[in-house]
């Protein structure tokens, strides 16, 4: 006997019941994002593995052991599944010049792919919207950015998320307070864990976000690289606060967020809950104005965000918000000789004015049929019974209230639902 096939383990079917959640989701985020002036953006969910190793950075969580990435036997090429967005869309933007004559505000959604250890809220395959802001400079787009997280909550019904906010200076200052970094690690050299001692050379900023306890207390004197800032960084940093207080968008400083992709600098930013357990961020992102030239396109400032549709819907789901529902209007119950013609035209009838009705298929008797309508969730049932159909009428029977059942024209009934209180 052959074993039953199954999903990849860390992929998930999205079922019925929770796809209605995620249609929910979809439908507010794209609302929002249209509110914003954001345009969509498609990239394939394929692309070559030195885009990402170029984009992300070599010593990174996800390029050192997070891609699915194979040799493609018959081009010779290397590839990989996308682990994220922006290097894929900023390759675009680069490949389509996006950016020659204006900047451009754009969104993106879809599968991500990362193999790690799958855990409530982490998954092999999961699902970002990616929101990218390319060609603005200033401060008051990183701005926008975050105080439209904000009101996305809100349209979202998710309350409690805290933002994490830190500047990360430029290049420059950066290799200025790596090298203080690196000699205070070196004094601590015992405290650090494996990961830690291996990083320091390659990517000391990135001990920083350590989740190992031990670590982060050896770290409580490390020098801060606020105080490596120069003029200019400061500025930019200083009127993103002003903006976020004006907003009344509240954040909490800290120093120690760096991001896990190499490709950011000044801003930086992420969105937490408390209520997932260490999967607690929904939403991260900052600056990257490197990012262009480092992928061979003309400098361009950019900065964007990428948020996790799956902690974020389960978020939707335990906030107390009742269950998005897509229940039709209408349930046509239909028995007796040529009733079956009769039902098939006035489902079309009712659907081609706008109203959302299942037809009865499958058979049965009139009482299994009136269960199916009552569990379908519709809110009137439309019987046609050989009565009905000689007489051109249909019974309609509420569902969800205590009101008697009448009968009414087939040609009326798309307006006497619509207009029904
Ligand atoms: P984490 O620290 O949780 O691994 P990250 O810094 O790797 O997150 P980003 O690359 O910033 O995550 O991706 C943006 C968002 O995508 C995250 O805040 C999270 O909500 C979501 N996300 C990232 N990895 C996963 C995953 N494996 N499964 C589900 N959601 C994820
Ligand atoms: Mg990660």
Redesign the pocket.
């Known amino acids: 006997m052959s074993q039953s096939l199954q999903a990849i383990r860390g992929m998930n079917d999205i079922l019925p019941t929770d796809s209605v959640w995620w249609l929910s989701f979809e439908q507010t985020v794209q609302r929002w994002l249209k509110r914003y002036g954001y345009q969509n953006i498609r990239m394939p969910l394929v692309e070559q593995t030195a885009l990402f190793r170029r984009a992300i950075g070599e010593v990174t969580?996800i390029v050192e052991k997070e891609m699915y990435s194979w040799k493609d036997e018959l081009n010779q090429e290397e590839l990989t599944l996308r682990p994220?967005g922006t290097a894929s869309c900023v390759r675009a933007a680069i490949e389509h010049s996006l950016t020659y004559e204006a900047p451009r505000r754009l969104w993106y959604a879809g599968p991500m792919y990362?193999h790690?250890r799958p855990q409530k809220?982490?998954?092999?395959q999961?699902h970002?919207y990616g929101v990218e802001s390319l060609g603005f400079a200033g401060p008051e787009m990183d701005a926008e950015l975050i105080i439209m997280c904000a009101s996305l909550w809100k349209d979202l019904g998710i309350s409690g998320l805290r933002l994490e906010l830190n500047t990360i200076g430029a290049s420059e200052e950066r290799a200025r307070y790596r090298q203080a970094l690196i000699t205070y690690l070196e004094q601590h050299i015992d405290a650090l864990d494996a990961d830690a001692k291996r990083r320091m050379y390659t990517n000391p900023l990135r001990v920083l976000d350590s989740k190992n306890p031990q670590v982060q207390q050896a770290l409580s004197a490390a020098p801060v690289l606020m105080d490596f800032l120069g003029e200019a960084s400061l500025a930019h940093f200083a009127t993103l606060k002003e903006l976020l207080n004006a907003a009344g968008v509240a954040f909490h400083l800290n120093p120690r967020l760096v991001?896990?992709?190499d490709y950011y600098n000044l801003t930086v930013f992420?969105w937490v809950s408390d209520a997932l357990g260490a999967?607690g961020?929904?939403?991260?992102g900052g600056r990257y104005d490197g990012l262009f030239a480092q992928l061979g396109g003309k400098p361009t400032p950019a900065a964007g965000f990428?948020?996790?549709c799956?902690?974020l819907i389960t978020l939707m789901q335990e906030s107390g918000q009742s269950m998005p529902t897509q229940a039709a209007s209408a349930y046509i119950v239909w028995l007796g000789e040529g009733t079956g013609v009769q039902a098939m035209l006035l489902a079309e009838q009712l659907r081609a004015a706008g109203l959302d009705v299942i037809q009865h298929a499958g058979g049965g008797s009139f009482k299994s049929q009136m269960k199916k309508a009552d569990a379908s969730g519709a809110r009137f049932a439309l019987i046609i019974g050989e009565d009905e159909l000689k007489a051109a009428e249909v019974t309609i029977k509420p569902l969800r209230e205590a009101a008697p059942q009448q009968r009414c024209a087939q040609a009326e009934v798309a307006h006497w639902i619509q207009h029904a209180g």
Do not use: K, N
């Not at 961020?281 to 991260?284: D, E, F």
């Open positions: 969580d994220e990362r790690e809220g982490r998954y092999r999961f970002q991001r896990g992709l992420e999967q961020t929904v939403c991260g990428a948020m996790g799956e902690r």
